[in-house]
Each structure stands twice: as structure tokens, then as C-alpha cells.
């Protein structure tokens, strides 16, 4: 499968968020997002770039059978304050809910019948 890639020109500002289908449909009309773990965790989970991202799909979702999309972000428009936690700065998180004016694209997450993520494609 071939990975989508963002503009160039914004490629340095991108980062994706890894959402349940049904968790960004249950969100309405409304502007912001907050995913199901944000009480848990404080924060909402990103990642730069789509590789690293299929690493925690498969790693942390894998046996989530719903259905997946994959949020592609414009950090210079999240609203809530961005920080990386990891020393590599490969995974930011927005400590606050996600305007979602800030989400520019969309991918579908392609998986195997064993709920194996194999990559993401438009279409959503």
C-alpha cells in the first residue's frame, strides 16, 4: 500500500491523530473534538508522519475491531497548547480538545482481517 503524503509546503506543520470512526462521527457538527481517552490521559496522542503512525495502530489498536480514520492535522491551527513529551519529538499531544478547524484531510485506515493495520488511503 502507498502512503499519502501532505503538501510539502505544509509537511513540516503536519501530524496525525489516530480516531475510532464512530469517536469523530459522535462529535456532531460541533467544532472541537475530544477523544475517548482524553479523561485518562490528559491530552490527545499524535504522531509525525504515517509510518510511525502504522507502528502504534498495529501496536495499541490492533485488536480494536471498529473501524479507523486517521485525522491529518495542521499544528500551526490547533487552538489547544501542543507539547512533545518525547525526547525524539515524534509524538505530540494537545493538551485540550482539537478545533476542528485545525484538521485539514482525512485517510481511511486499511486493515487485514486479523485487525492488522496495513496503511492509510483517501477516501474517507
Known amino acids: 500500500m ?7 509546503s ?6 496525525y491523530h489516530l480516531a475510532p470512526t464512530v469517536a469523530w462521527d459522535a462529535r456532531g457538527t460541533g467544532a472541537e473534538y475530544v477523544p475517548e481517552a482524553f479523561d485518562d490521559d490528559g491530552f490527545i496522542h499524535c504522531t509525525n508522519g504515517l509510518e510511525p503512525l502504522l507502528e ?5 489498536y490492533q485488536a480494536d475491531e ?4 486517521v485525522l ?15 525526547p ?8 485540550g480538545p482539537l478545533n476542528t478547524s485545525a484538521v485539514f484531510g482525512r485517510l481511511t485506515a486499511q486493515r487485514d482481517s ?4 496495513l496503511g492509510f488511503a483517501q477516501g474517507v
Not at 486479523?114 to 493495520?117: K, P, Q
Request: hydrophobic letters at 30%; a negative charge.
Open 2 to 8: 502507498q502512503y499519502q503524503r501532505p503538501d510539502q
Open 114 to 117: 486479523d485487525g492488522t493495520f
Open 56 to 60: 502504534v495502530a498495529n501496536l495499541f
Open 66 to 69: 471498529r473501524d479507523y480514520e
Open 10 to 15: 505544509r509537511a513540516a506543520n503536519v501530524t
Open 72 to 86: 491529518v492535522l495542521d499544528v500551526t491551527r490547533i487552538t489547544s497548547e501542543v507539547r512533545y513529551d518525547d
Open 88 to 95: 525524539d519529538q515524534k509524538f505530540p499531544h494537545i493538551y
